[in-house]
T-cell receptor, first 113, second 113 residues
Framework: NAGVTQTPKFQVLKTGQSMTLQCAQD?????MYWYRQDPGMGLRLIYY???????DKGEVPNGYNVSRLNKREFSLRLESAAPSQTSVYFC????????????FGQGTRLTVV | QKEVEQDPGPLSVPEGAIVSLNCTYS??????FMWYRQYSRKGPELLMY????GNKEDGRFTAQVDKSSKYISLFIRDSQPSDSATYLC?????????????FGKGTSLLVTP
């Protein structure tokens, strides 16, 4: 079972460059999330999508955009990368009702120089 | 003040000890409570999940929720070196897909042989 798949696993960007982080899930989940994890800060929500066609800002949305391409895929775009966006990015998905726990991908380690 | 508070540790215990990990929260609307385990350079994986007050046991792990005190705990019995990881508590307002997970910052646990 693939679960939640993120690509790429590692990326180095120069300041000002753009890139898109890809996420796909095969669990037929409605909700998908993007988090960033920094030392001492825990997991912080960037954006989430409650269902196909909807997206909402989380705690730290500035500098990011998202697209819920279909039920399976949720991408995160950095239009003009900054060193402050150096982090580990996690995508997650969850179902509805009692199956509300989130399942995570393995993360993307992004360094902006 | 964050809605979910968790002592980051680090917590160091000898093998075989009982470990107690805790989180407090301020939002009384939280109904679903989870514990995730995260090994170094890996994504968080779901460990325990409950949506009611009281205790839930799974092998060496017990999750406890006290909604009246807004306090949740994870107990690990007979701790093993393989339990060394970061433990994150997470909670959610409801089963509606529109609610996002709120995480604590995580507690780093080291179990020494």
């Amino acid at each position: 079972n693939a679960g939640v798949t993120q690509t790429p696993k590692f990326q180095v960007l120069k300041t000002g460059q753009s890139m898109t982080l890809q996420c796909a899930q095969d669990m037929n989940h409605n909700s998908m999330y993007w988090y960033r994890q920094d030392p001492g800060m825990g997991l912080r929500l960037i954006y989430y999508s409650a269902s196909e066609g909807t997206t909402d800002k989380g705690e730290v949305p500035n500098g990011y955009n998202v697209s819920r391409l279909n039920k399976r895929e949720f991408s995160l775009r950095l239009e003009s990368a900054a060193p402050s966006q150096t982090s580990v990015y996690f995508c997650a998905s969850s179902g509805r009702g009692r199956d509300t726990e989130a399942f995570f991908g393995q993360g993307t380690r992004l360094t902006v120089v | 003040q964050k809605e979910v508070e968790q002592d980051p540790g680090p917590l160091s215990v000898p093998e075989g000890a009982i470990v107690s990990l805790n989180c407090t929260y301020s939002n009384s609307a939280f109904q679903y409570f989870m514990w995730y385990r995260q090994y170094s350079r890996k994504g968080p994986e779901l460990l325990m999940y409950t949506y009611s007050s009281g205790n839930k046991e799974d092998g060496r792990f017990t999750a406890q929720v006290d909604k009246s005190s807004k306090y949740i705990s994870l107990f690990i019995r007979d701790s093993q070196p393989s339990d060394s990881a970061t433990y994150l508590c997470a909670m959610k307002q409801g089963s509606n897909s529109g609610y996002a997970l709120n995480f604590g910052k995580g507690t780093s646990l080291l179990v020494t042989p």
